[in-house]
């Protein structure tokens, strides 16, 4: 093998060196001692189970709307679809906190769709959803739509001419084909959602054991106990990596 | 009657196709053409993956130009097979039939029944990845074949094969489609290809059709320089007049035949001799060209030659060395009357 | 961490005094009262205004301030903070007070939402004490004081247990006082540091501070004395 030339080692093994080290921080200083009673406290083990359900509902729910989005997108000829990507990536430049004010002008009580909705998003569960959705499912769609744009149409049209109607190519030949790349959408989804902060505060609020996740808990552990906040970002750092590593063996490996 | 009844017009930006093709049950038809031809839009066009700008499309007497693909009794072989990755071969047989309505059961029979017939017993499972190329292009034809359809396109159905497999795979393909009920259209560059499997030949260059009828007939009178080409002739349009053809200006080829007006004269690479001087005796044309090039062809050389009309030589390669032919070199050809065939334009 | 912190802090340069400048870091509560007193003052200060206990972590980190006024009480070794004005919880409700609010037992009503400060932040501690006799359930406990505020301005909540001065710092709310807050009274205090470089402003300013003219910007922005 050809040695791998320093213009481009030195860079790579600075980069490396600037994403591990915070976590080696963490790491390093974090009371080992009494992580085992910290994690027994009930409000840690509530807002973690929180958290998994959340983000896992919210990328359920990104699969069900981004990846016929994704289609579209790479698909569909339509008027105006460089607007609409534009528009699908704006969550992403969005400070989150702008984000869930958003979501609540939108959503909430007396939001534009959630004055007639007849229920109340905020400060519910299915508001820390809906704000994780908001916020990851950019991720997800662009995937996804990349992976599309990379398959073969031309499956599509065989499928066409052996009777398949465009929803079952979609579903026997498409979906399969991508499949890779959704579930790489889905993990990057799955993993924004999970660390969401911004977004889930302001849109739902924080209330122990409905709509405070890990995030929210750490960043108010933050307040008073530094050792407590270590503590939980660790655990939610050490829960998701392991669940990432489990599903990339198994889905996408 | 025919099965097959089609004008299809088809703009796109800078290209038009305009052809109108019939193909009776039972018939196998080449569609043959230089690469941008239109033969593929032909194809797509019929296979309802391209709109038609204009024209119609009656399979056994039903308009289809409105119908959308999946709904067509059409079976399409791609180029390059566009088998399902992640199916295995039997199940990508299966997808027509199991499409058409058959229990998952039932459409799993029928692709095991035709991944018999096409040879491939024993290989049900494997992925296309695992197929070879000629494994994959039977597999690709047992899919087209088992959604029963009136008519099989076929684009390129040999091209992406290596020398050696082509012939093989040439041959099961001809009874393939000797035995298919319904009509057949092939799709090809190749003129081998065309001759040996279709009943029929349909030339098309820029959009339209230049010339049909069976391989014979094609060969002996061909009308464009791609034709001619295809089959090896040297090939020129000029006035006829008694039994010469005026083919550039101020110059005329002498032939057998009796002509008048438009008309073609065609004669081998073979017919034609080189020599130092001007050949003396016996009717025959003679001019004076140049060395365009020189290549290897077969057994022979090929010379290509330039002068008042451009023209093909082959040579033996000891001719060769006896002329010391080099490229840019001033020599005499020559043609015996007897070695052209002149028609009507 | 906190080092890492502390050394962005230095290396961002927004702690770095100019010449004959004071540089005070006060509770983000102080920001009108002391950019007024600032003003008149004709004193030099540069502020960073944050919360009380992420300024003590900085102050803690070597961020070099010559001026701490916390909402809470201030421990710092070697320094000797004084108490210099104090703040009250009020019930916060939008222009009108369309639910008609008058008393602590009101947010007990099913139809009002209520948000508060998480019991992290000096707020939610404060309300903790102040509603320790009514059995209120929010349907929030908002990351600081400005984030319940805004709750209530959206709409979202119909009432806000806040400060006095967040309520006089905005014009869509008014506040309605409740007798229970007396017994969460949080007191403010300022010191001058130890490491501070300028020593003598640093002092000039806690005494306008302490003024009668500073203590007259502080009460028209809702402290008492």
């Not at chain 1, 069900?64 to 430049?93: E, K, M, N, Q």
């Not at chain 3, 004071?22 to 102080?30: I, N, P, Q, R, W």
Request: proline letters at 6%; charged letters at 15%; aromatic letters at 6%.
């Amino acid at each position: 093998m050809r040695r791998a030339p320093l213009a481009l080692v030195i860079p790579a093994v600075l980069g490396l060196a600037f994403l591990v080290l915070p976590l080696v921080g963490l790491v390093v200083r974090a009371p080992w001692a009494s992580l085992p009673r910290r994690l027994a406290e009930p409000g840690v083990v509530s807002a973690l189970v929180l958290s998994l359900q959340t983000a896992t509902l919210a990328t359920v729910l990104c699969l069900v709307f981004g990846v016929p989005l994704a289609w579209l997108l790479a698909r569909a000829d339509f008027p105006g679809r460089r607007l609409v990507r534009a528009l699908v990536t704006v969550p992403l430049v969005l400070p989150p906190v702008v984000g869930g004010v958003a979501l609540l002008l939108v959503f909430g009580r007396r939001g534009l769709v959630g004055s007639w909705l007849g229920f109340s998003l905020p400060f519910t569960t299915a508001g820390v959803v809906v704000a994780e959705a908001f916020v990851a499912m950019p991720f997800l769609v662009i995937a996804v739509e990349g992976a599309l744009r990379g398959a073969d149409a031309r499956y599509e049209e065989a499928a066409a001419t052996l009777g398949a109607s465009r929803w079952v190519a979609f579903t026997r030949v498409t979906l399969p084909l991508v499949a890779p790349g959704i579930a790489a959408g889905a993990v990057l989804c799955w993993a924004r959602a999970l660390g969401e902060f911004g977004a889930t505060i302001t849109f739902a609020g924080n209330f122990p054991g409905r709509t405070q996740t890990m995030p929210l808990a750490v960043y108010l552990a933050l307040e008073t106990d530094l050792q407590s906040a270590i503590v939980l970002s660790l655990i939610l750092l050490g829960v998701s990596v392991a669940i990432l590593a489990a599903l990339r063996d198994r889905w996408i490996g | 009657m025919s099965t097959l009844d089609a004008h299809l017009v088809v703009g796109l930006d800078g290209f038009r196709l305009d052809i109108r093709l019939t193909v009776d049950a039972g018939q196998v038809v080449a569609l043959l053409g230089p690469n941008g031809a239109g033969k593929t839009t032909a194809l797509r066009a019929l296979a309802g993956l391209q709109p038609l700008t204009d024209g119609h499309i009656r399979l056994g007497g039903r308009a289809l130009a409105r119908v959308p693909p999946e709904k067509r009794p059409i079976g399409v072989v791609f180029q390059d097979y566009l088998l399902f990755p992640h199916m295995s071969a039997l199940d990508n047989v299966a997808f027509g039939p199991r499409r058409r309505g058959l229990s998952k059961r039932d459409a799993r029979a029928v692709a095991a029944a035709w991944l018999a017939r096409v040879g491939l017993s024993g290989l049900e499972s494997r992925k296309p990845r695992e197929l070879s190329g000629g494994q994959a292009q039977r597999v690709a034809l047992a899919r087209a074949l088992a959604v029963d359809p009136a008519l099989l396109l076929l684009d390129e159905p040999l091209a992406a094969l290596d020398a050696r497999t082509r012939v093989d795979t040439r041959a099961s393909l001809h009874q393939h489609l000797a035995s298919h009920e319904g009509a057949a259209l092939i799709v090809t560059h190749d003129p081998l290809d065309a001759m040996m499997l279709a009943d029929r030949l349909v030339v098309v260059e820029d959009g339209g059709i230049v010339q049909e009828g069976d391989a014979a007939s094609i060969t002996a009178q061909p009308r464009t320089d791609y034709i001619a080409r295809l089959v090896g002739l040297n090939l020129y349009r000029g006035k006829g007049s008694g039994h010469t053809v005026a083919v550039a200006p101020g110059f005329a080829l002498t032939v057998a035949e009796n002509v008048a007006g438009d008309s073609f004269v065609a004669f081998a690479p073979s017919a034609v001799s080189l020599h130092p001087e001007r050949p003396s005796g016996s009717p025959r044309n003679a001019w004076q060209a140049i060395i365009a090039g020189i290549h290897r062809h077969g057994d022979n050389l090929r010379v290509q030659l330039d002068g008042p009309i451009a023209a093909a030589a082959d040579i033996t390669p000891a001719a060769a060395a006896q002329l010391r032919l080099v490229a840019g070199q001033a020599i005499w050809a020559a043609v015996k009357a007897t070695e052209t065939r002149a028609y009507p334009a | 961490m906190r080092r890492l912190l502390g050394l962005l802090l230095v290396l961002s340069g927004c702690g770095v005094p100019a010449n004959g400048a004071v540089t005070v870091f006060a509770a983000a509560s102080l920001t009108e009262a002391f950019t007024r007193i600032a003003a008149e003052s004709g004193l030099n200060v540069r502020f960073n205004f944050a919360g009380s206990a992420a300024l003590a972590a900085q102050i803690d980190q070597g961020a070099p301030a010559d001026v701490f006024a916390s909402a809470t009480r201030i421990t710092i070794d070697g320094v000797a903070p004084v108490a210099f004005a104090k703040n009250q919880l009020v019930i916060a409700v939008a222009k009108g007070n369309p639910k008609g609010l008058n008393e602590l037992s009101d947010l007990m009503r099913p139809d009002v939402k209520v948000a508060l400060c998480a019991q992290q932040v000096p707020c939610g501690a404060a309300a903790k004490k102040a509603l320790a006799s009514v059995a209120v359930q929010p349907v929030t406990l908002e990351q600081d004081v400005k984030a319940a505020l805004s709750k209530l301005k959206l709409g979202e909540v119909d009432a806000a247990v806040v400060y006095r001065t967040d309520v006089r710092a905005s014009p869509d709310v008014e506040g309605i006082e409740f007798p229970e807050s007396a017994d969460a009274i949080n007191e403010y205090q300022i010191a001058v540091l130890k490491e501070s470089p300028n020593r003598a402003g640093a002092q000039a300013f806690v005494d306008y501070v302490r003024s009668e003219k500073g203590m007259a910007a502080l009460v028209a922005a809702g402290f008492q004395r």
